[in-house]
């Protein structure tokens, strides 16, 4: 009826579909695209603000009928177009399709009471410093700017400033400030900040000056499309290397695991990063074991960061804000670990007003709310998963299946309150819980615990300080539930860290961090105990070691030129192995067994038994090429005075965290790199060619069949080897267009020597074999396909060298037995790894500004079903030889379905 009634009303008017559009516009969201026709056109156009989409557009017009145009324009949103008048135009929801609606959101419009929402992708201004006619010097100007808040006048930590003709880039410090140094000239500054409109700043520089930056705060919902933060830290410009960052955007763009968007899944897309399998908790990076990782959640540590027995990670996608994941340069502010540090970055609770967002998917659902309890002042996060596999393993048509039982939850709490200007108080709380059982015949469960505080207090313009405080708890437990023999078998480990962090600006040139840190490593005893009354387990409790860890550290981002930056500086760590413990003494020149045991010695509750320390130093040089192609070059010397043991490649979840004794070493890690680095044209590909080689002294390695479960003497099953690792890894991304993504070869290889002072302590004869998490190739192939605004498909293919096994070679009787005669240690492979996942997604939360949201991703996880092998083993066949089986955890196409929502 609409559409008779406004043809009646028009049918001798002219026609704004008479109009013929040109123009071209990229990545603008539709009411800045409709504001510059009404701007160009003889056109009206009227619409509800809150249902208007909003995700960017990238369209180019020459000459096109304006209904054709239009037609573009709403393709995959939610509104259709009708002609009111000779030159307006009403886009409405097809349910809201009728005259009395149509004058009544005409009316607010010409009253005022409705106006166009800010939507503006990019805010464009202009300056210019200096005379323009002044013969240009042979030097360069330097540009200040200070990024603050438009409506509280706050600085902004971590814009991103980025001068396109240059491809220069910076992030602004605490005190919300930036510098440049450039060529007299005209340029583009692109600042964009999440949470923020984007600004384009054209600069004519001809003197030093200062620019002053004001940011208006945008709706929620837009800080995943209109705002896309350049990766500073990862290009030609930084003085860092090796560093990839993640954010909740493109861990959620991945195809995934039953639909669950995955943060550890979604690191072993990148170059260097991997792991032995699937359902094999942790990630290895550039060759080092999953301990050699430290993860931190807003700063704390987490020594379990797996679901489901790694099928999962702990981490709640919704909550994130950003990931950092640091495998090549260290930065002197991280240590205790050897190979990576992955710094994972809760989101603040929304200070302006409430929003959440959720997923329902196959296996769980999560929930995250976030918004003012006093506006501007504090705020709070709170977010929750539950997962309901119960149904799905009800399906199994396996009996043994049917009765197993895996269930997990995590839940967080953020609080931020902003005391003042200058201070700003954050408090974060973290649980997760797993229950893992296979039938009645063995089952797992573990806990993490966090509550970490964080004060931050901006001194001055130039100097600021936070501290940090975090305690954290891991349990864990594994159960055997039935016959005589029923037990659990119990460990666990208290964290408790401070931190002092300072950054300082000094002149134009340095940029100072320096602070200090200490942990203590509180080892609850491993404890088994039967389960049954008619259990033969007797109870038994063995005491693990304590630690206490403290560091000073100081570095320097020294910026010489445009072209030549420099960031070093040290890390000294000191640790202290503690009580209560009893520790035994050895026969000099003999292994150490329990028959070579010759005294002994028991030290009470914190008395020191043995330390360690030294310097770590760290460095990292930039030398640019040319304003978009670096060399870079970096040093680290790492410590690591805790460390998981294990003698499987899956580790399990009571695998136990052992701190340096008088035995166990601290591992010692160096690492050179060289990498070259080469960004497009305003980013819109990035390139990186790095090579690395690390040798580390102490690598943790096991006699043949150790007993690691309740050994109060350890030290007989642990031998201490040499390790090296070394390769290359290219990558080449795509950051813009309708087709987005990377692909990256890496080449890794990880060694371990173990030689001993007996024959009894050294492995595979004293020569050099592969660590069990050794894989040489790894290929990665992501891609994104923005088919219209709303719908999009994206694709993951990996590819990986199987890992090492060793396997029987022959046999020999002995008396009525067969005795295996097996290989060098890890002489074979497993077949190797590929795999192919595609997603599909219709997203129609950007099509309005409020109300319930959502988006459904429909993906096919192992598309052309290959049973990776997890494992090769072997069981006699019918004639008594021994014959191998691969043993595959996931073997086939996995379909899953996922409904995610804001509001």
Request: glycine share 8%; net charge neutral.
């Amino acid at each position: 009826m609409l559409c008779l009634y406004l043809s009646a009303l028009q049918a001798q008017q002219p026609s704004a579909f008479d109009l013929k559009i040109t123009g071209s516009y990229r990545e603008k969201p539709l009411p800045e695209i409709l504001s510059d026709f009404e701007s160009r056109y003889p056109v009206k156009f009227y619409y509800i603000p809150e249902k208007v989409p909003f995700y960017p557009i990238t369209v180019e017009f020459s000459g096109q009928p304006f209904f054709q145009v239009m037609k573009k324009l709403l393709e995959g949103s939610l509104l259709t177009f009708s002609k009111w008048s000779a030159n307006e135009i009403v886009l409405v929801p097809d349910d809201n399709r009728n005259r009395i609606f149509v004058e009544n959101m005409i009316s607010k419009w010409k009253s005022g009471e409705w106006q166009a929402p800010v939507l503006t992708s990019v805010a464009e201004k202009s300056f210019t410093f200096g005379d323009p006619n002044t013969p240009a010097s042979a030097g360069k100007h330097t540009l200040k700017g200070q990024i603050r808040d438009d409506e509280t006048n706050e600085a902004i930590l971590g814009a991103t400033i980025l001068v396109r003709e240059t491809g220069q880039g910076q992030a602004s410090d605490a005190q919300g400030e930036f510098q440049l140094k450039l060529s007299p000239g005209r340029y583009t500054l692109q600042i964009n900040y999440i949470s923020y409109q984007s600004q384009l700043n054209y600069v004519s520089l001809y003197t030093d000056a200062d620019l002053p930056v004001r940011l208006i705060s945008m709706p929620q919902q837009l800080n995943e499309v209109l705002i896309k933060a350049q990766s500073l830290e990862k290009g030609a410009q930084s003085t860092n290397m090796g560093i990839e960052r993640l954010s909740a955007k493109s861990i959620s763009e991945l195809p995934t695991l039953m639909g669950e968007a995955d943060v550890i899944k979604s690191l072993q897309t990148l170059p260097g990063v991997t792991n032995a399998g699937e359902g094999v908790a942790g990630f290895n990076v550039r060759g080092g074991n999953i301990d050699q990782n430290l993860i931190l959640q807003d700063d704390a540590p987490l020594f379990n960061s797996a679901h489901a027995l790694g099928f999962f990670s702990i981490f709640n996608a919704d909550a994130v804000e950003q990931i950092n994941l640091y495998k090549g340069h260290i930065p002197a502010q991280f240590g205790g670990r050897l190979s990576s540090v992955l710094d994972v970055q809760l989101k603040d609770g929304n200070m302006r007003k409430w929003v959440g967002k959720g997923s329902i998917g196959f296996i769980s659902s999560r929930m995250l709310l976030e918004g003012p309890i006093k506006k501007d002042k504090l705020s709070i996060l709170i977010g929750g998963r539950q997962s309901y596999l119960g149904p799905t393993l009800q399906q199994s048509t396996s009996i043994t299946i049917k009765d197993s039982k895996a269930a997990f939850n995590d839940a967080i709490l953020k609080l931020v309150w902003r005391v003042d200007a200058k201070n700003t108080f954050r408090l974060t709380g973290f649980t997760s819980s797993d229950d893992f059982r296979y039938a009645q015949d063995f089952g797992y469960n573990w806990q993490n615990y966090q509550l970490t505080g964080l004060w931050s207090r901006v001194h001055t313009d130039r100097f600021s300080t936070k501290i940090h405080a975090s305690y954290g708890a891991y349990r864990a437990e594994q159960i055997d539930p039935e016959g005589n023999d029923a037990f659990a078998l119990r460990n666990g480990l208290d964290n408790l860290k401070l931190k002092l962090d300072n950054v300082l600006s000094v002149g134009k040139t340095h940029a100072l961090r320096f602070g200090a840190e200490g942990s203590q490593y509180f080892a609850e005893p491993e404890s088994i105990r039967p389960l049954s009354d008619i259990s033969v387990v007797l109870p038994e409790q063995v005491q693990k070691d304590n630690g206490r860890e403290f560091a000073l550290y100081a570095q320097d981002e020294i910026t010489f030129s445009d072209r030549i930056a420099l960031s070093i500086g040290s890390r000294w760590s000191h640790y202290q192995n503690l009580g209560p413990r009893t520790v035994w003494y050895y026969e000099e020149g003999l292994p150490r067994e329990n028959l070579t045991v010759r005294d002994s010695a028991i030290f009470g509750a914190g008395e020191v038994i043995t330390s360690y320390g030294g310097l770590e130093p760290r460095a990292s040089l930039k030398l640019g090429i040319s304003d978009n192609t670096s060399i870079k070059m970096s040093y680290n010397r790492l410590r690591q005075y805790i460390h998981l043991t294990s003698n499987t490649v899956a580790p399990t979840p009571v695998d136990v965290w052992q701190a340096s004794n008088l035995y166990i070493p601290p591992q010692i890690a160096d690492q050179y790199s060289v990498g070259w680095f080469l960004d497009g044209k305003e980013k819109k590909w990035e390139t990186s060619v790095e090579f690395y080689y690390k040798s580390i002294k102490n690598v943790l390695d096991y006699k043949d069949l150790p007993e690691l479960i309740l050994n109060q003497r350890l030290e007989t099953e642990i031998l201490a080897g040499t390790g090296r690792a070394y390769g290359g890894e290219f990558s080449i991304r795509r950051t813009q267009g309708k087709l987005t993504g990377w692909f990256s070869y890496a080449y890794a290889r990880s060694l371990v020597k173990v030689i001993g002072p007996s024959a009894a302590e050294t492995v595979n004869a004293g020569r050099w074999f592969p660590a069990n998490f050794d894989k040489p190739h790894q290929v990665n192939l992501i891609g994104r396909l923005q088919v219209n605004p709303t719908n999009s498909f994206t694709f993951n293919f990996t590819y990986s060298t199987g890992r090492p096994i060793s396997i029987p070679i022959s046999s020999y009787r002995l008396g009525s037995s067969v005795i295996a005669n097996y290989s060098e240690r890890n002489q074979f492979r497993i077949p190797d790894y590929h795999r192919l996942d595609i997603a599909y997604t219709v997203d129609n939360r950007q099509t309005r500004l409020k109300g319930i949201r959502g988006s459904v991703t429909a993906s096919l996880y192992n598309v052309y079903g290959r049973a990776n092998p997890f494992s090769i083993f072997f069981r006699r066949n019918e004639k008594g030889r021994p014959s191998a089986y691969q043993l595959a955890v996931v073997g086939s196409v996995i379909p899953a379905v996922s409904y995610n929502f804001t509001f």
